[in-house]
């Protein structure tokens, strides 16, 4: 179910990005990518997903050299300056 709905939001925006309706014929290609690609394992494209999500956060951290998510709370702001 999520191919369908990944290929039809990528022809879905070749179609604004054109304004020609005939920009819906690249939702043949791509499904048939999707087709192949869901052969092996139906559910590939929620483990792409799950992929991006996890090596983003790391590639954020290691380019920006900050944490993109924390687990832990933020209490840095409440805390009082000693004067």
Known sequence: ????????M????????TGNPLALLVYI???GTM???CLKDPNIIGLYKLA????????LRNVLKVSSSSP??????FKRFRK
């Open 35 to 37: 087709f192949l690609m």
């Open 10 to 17: 990528l022809a879905s925006i070749g179609l604004i990005g």
């Open 29 to 31: 290609p791509i499904h």
């Open 1 to 8: 179910m999520d191919a369908i709905i990944v290929g039809g």
């Open 72 to 77: 832990a709370i933020n209490t840095r702001r």
């Open 52 to 59: 991006i999500m996890t090596k983003g956060k790391a590639t």
